[in-house]
């Protein structure tokens, strides 16, 4: 089977599959926890104004949120990957997290936290600590009164006002002290959202290190953990050997995450991340086999999977919701590669032409016939052998 794609040179050449799709192991337990942040699926028809109305199509929506707990993973919702901040509002998100939280009620073992933020305040709302402290309230009173765990995700609003640790500090010791239960934290890098620069207060890492060390060591009965995205495994370890005992460490490393979760032999990573929403079936393989000690075959099926993650997450990072979506329709899990907020046009064809040979690969294109149909689809509207 093959079809003819474009290269990065601006000429087409034919391209013929190679993988053979990946069969999960449904029903296995996973010895890691492993959350998939997870995408939304936009209402193509009823989105008239996709830049800054989103309509949700909800039925495929819940769907795949059903499809991610079949292959294990409890779900990180209403976080990044569902274009928070970025086409998707929180009147959105609420509706997003109560469907959510009401329909994990009706599948067994369903694990989901949802992310509480800043981000139904407008850009230079927040003049002082106090909003954002009463914005980080009102999202976490919607999440727990729902019952829900919160994900405490950065604010751009908290960057914005602070002027330095103590500033932060006060902020999480605020949020942290009074939530309900449970909470994970989530530290992200500006290469995913440039807003959020300086995060803790601070340009060097070491120096927000110790920020964010001492604010859970303070408040250790309160953080599950914390999910770190920083694109850099040696500051993930460096995080990971400092948690107190009981507090877990969730890579949010789209590059590095087999031999995070995997581990040094002393201390492992849980996951948290975007791209298990695109690799389900072979992260469910995966890390089935890591549960029976199967370290060898793991690998196997975890290696092709970072080529196609490392290209979905490529710079400029914050659009690599697109690639999660497009994967989503090339497997069937949606009808359309339309996004919230046209999203899907913040990459060439170029881009998912690569991501379409990396996600064969991989073993990761469910169906190759449709697959192939849809690529086709794709690459006739950019022109492509025009």
Sequence with gaps: MELVLPGTDGSSSAYRLVGTPVQPMIGARFSRIAYAAAHVVADPFAMTDPWSKPVIDWQRTMAFRHHLWRHGFQIAEAMDTSQRGMGFDWKSAQELIRRSVAEAKTVEGAGLASGAGTDHLAPGAAKTLGDVIAAYEKQFAFIEGLGGKAIMMASRALAAVAEGPDDYA????????????????????????????????????D?????????????AGKVEGIKISLLDAEKEIALRNRLPQGVLMFTGDDFNYPEL??????????????????????????LAKLAQGDRAD??????????????IFEAPTEYYKAGVVFMAWLNGHQ????????????????????????????????DPDMAVSRMKSLCAVAGVGR
Excluded at 298 to 311: E, F, I, W
């Design 170 to 205: 006060r902020v999480y010791d605020r949020i942290l002290s009074q939530a309900s239960g449970k909470v994970i934290l989530h530290w992200l890098g500006d290469m995913f959202d440039p807003a959020l620069k300086a995060y803790w207060g601070s340009d060097d890492f």
């Design 207 to 219: 120096t927000a290190l110790d920020t964010v060390v001492a604010i859970i060591e303070r408040h």
């Design 261 to 286: 979760i995997a581990g040094d032999g002393r201390r492992h990573s849980h996951a948290l991340l975007g791209i298990f929403d695109a690799i389900a079936p072979a992260a469910n393989a995966a």
């Design 298 to 311: 793991y690998d196997a099926l975890m290696a092709p999977t970072v080529p196609l993650s490392r290209k």
């Design 335 to 366: 009808d359309h590669f339309c996004m919230v907020g046209g999203m899907q046009s913040a990459r060439g064809i170029g881009h998912y032409a690569d991501i379409f040979r990396l996600a064969d690969r991989a073993g990761l294109l469910a």
